[in-house]
């Protein structure tokens, strides 16, 4: 069975940083491209970030990059996001997602999310 | 950048009606790279349709997708008290993102 369990989720003050971990398991963690996508309260959802499965190739939205960075741990099957320069408005519920593939975005599976909230 | 547009943003139906709900992208959709999710309060998103037309594992004749270029359409066929939710439009093919959804509620 897939799962994915984020964490390191929390409350941080406007300009600090945090980083989120998602521990994968139920397969073969390096055969996949992972993403990260967002949920502000009561919003929609907001692709922020993927990884592709080696690991060589990242993308992000234009709303994070530079500040937020996707990187992942074939070996211990986590993948993780570095968020710096965090702003207000990046309060959100993060989820973790498998791609159904090597390098896609077609998100098969999502963890439950954990929550990061931006505050003085 | 492919930006998805989702009407309306609100269905109000009741169960056993049909619900149609409709994705427009900014631009044509490279090859079929459409999805929907389906997400319920306090839940994570589920894939339902991609490829345009094709259902995830384990989703529900009911729901069927359809369309080409840049209007797509997710249909339901028969509402059952479990399908009111919010769902979802992805690209997810060179341009990665999500349309602003749609509510489906009960009447």
């Known amino acids: 069975e897939v799962q994915l369990l984020e964490s390191g989720g929390g409350l941080v003050q406007p300009g600090g940083s945090l980083r989120l971990s998602c521990a994968a398991s139920?397969?073969?963690?390096?055969?996949?491209?992972m993403s990260w996508v967002r949920q502000a309260p009561g919003k929609g959802l907001e692709w922020v970030c993927s990884?592709?499965?080696?690991?060589?190739?990242?993308y992000y939205a234009d709303s994070v990059k530079g500040r937020f960075t996707i990187s992942r741990d074939n070996s211990k099957n986590t993948l993780y996001l570095q968020m710096n320069s965090v702003r207000v408005d990046d309060t959100a519920v993060y989820y973790c997602?498998?791609?159904?593939?090597?390098?896609?975005?077609?998100?098969?599976?999502w963890g439950q999310g954990t929550l990061v909230t931006v505050s003085s | 950048e492919i930006v998805l547009a989702q009407s309306p943003g609100t269905l109000s139906l009741s169960p056993g009606e049909r619900a149609t709900l409709s994705c427009r992208a900014s631009q044509s959709v490279s090859s079929s790279y459409l999805a929907w999710y389906q997400q319920k309060p306090g839940q994570a998103p589920r894939l339902l349709i991609y490829?345009?037309?094709s259902r995830a594992t384990g989703i529900p004749d009911r729901f069927s997708g359809s369309g080409s270029g840049t209007d797509f359409t997710l249909t339901i066929s028969r509402l059952e008290p479990e399908d009111f939710a919010v769902y979802y439009c992805?690209?997810?093919?060179?341009?990665?993102?999500f349309g602003p959804g749609t509510k489906v509620d009960m009447k």
């Open positions: 992805q690209q997810y093919g060179s341009s990665r993102g």
């Open positions: 490829g345009v037309s």
């Open positions: 139920g397969f073969t963690f390096s055969n996949y491209a």
């Open positions: 990884v592709i499965a080696s690991g060589s190739n990242t």
């Open positions: 997602a498998k791609g159904t593939g090597a390098v896609t975005t077609l998100l098969g599976y």
